[in-house]
Every structure is written in structure tokens, then in C-alpha cells.
Nanobody, 114 residues
Framework: QVQLVESGGGLVQAGGSLRLSCVAS????????MGWYRQAPGKEREFVAA??????SYADSVKGRFTISRDNAKNTVYLQMNSLKPEDTAIYYC?????????WGQGTQVTVSS
């Protein structure tokens, strides 16, 4: 059974930084497409960033501020978030995709105060 466990969320002032981590277990991590999504109160879950063997991709709203990376030896995907804004406040979810199989973590709360 696949498990994705996020950590690293918290409360930060606008302009600050956080690094989220997601540790995966249960499937071969190195072949997975990994991504980060977020859901703010009253809004739909939205794409933030993804990484596969070809590289990373980002939502326009986070380009230049967020960086996604992975360490296959640690089965971990990271999201470095810099220059945080109050509108980045949301629950951040990690997603792993192995072909048509997809799994989600439970989420980690990020709150950015103005």
C-alpha cells in the first residue's frame, strides 16, 4: 500500500520561506511522477508544481518563487517556497502517479500572514 506523508508546513510571515517534504513508500519512487497541489478554504484544489524524469513544471502563480526537487535515494519530493504571499495560504498535498495509479498524501497546512 502506498503512503505519502507530507511535512514542513507552518505559519510564516509574508516574504518568508518554507520547505515542504513528502516521503513516499510502497511503490518504486524513482519512476513516479510527483507533484504538489494546494487547496485554499472555499476553493478547488489546484496544481502547484510537478516533477518527473524530464524535469519540473509550475503553475504561473508560483513560478520564480517555488522550486520542486526530488531525492530518489530518500524517496522524497520537496517544495521549496520562497517569497511567500498571503494568497499562498492553503493545505498543500503531495501526489504520486505511477501510470494510471495515483495516490495522495493527507496534506500539510501552510499559513502566510500579512
Amino acid at each position: 500500500q502506498v503512503q505519502l506523508v507530507e511535512s514542513g508546513g507552518g505559519l510564516v510571515q509574508a516574504g518568508g520561506s518554507l520547505r515542504l517534504s513528502c516521503v513516499a513508500s510502497g511503490r518504486t519512487f524513482s519512476i513516479a511522477d510527483m507533484g504538489w497541489y494546494r487547496q485554499a478554504p472555499g476553493k478547488e484544489r489546484e496544481f502547484v508544481a510537478a516533477i518527473n524524469r524530464s524535469g519540473g513544471s509550475y503553475a504561473d502563480s508560483v513560478k520564480g518563487r517555488f522550486t520542486i526537487s526530488r531525492d530518489n535515494a530518500k524517496n522524497t519530493v520537496y517544495l521549496q517556497m520562497n517569497s511567500l504571499k498571503p494568497e499562498d495560504t492553503a493545505i498543500y498535498y503531495c501526489k504520486g502517479a505511477w501510470g494510471i495509479l495515483q495516490d495522495w498524501g493527507q496534506g500539510t497546512q501552510v499559513t502566510v500572514s500579512s
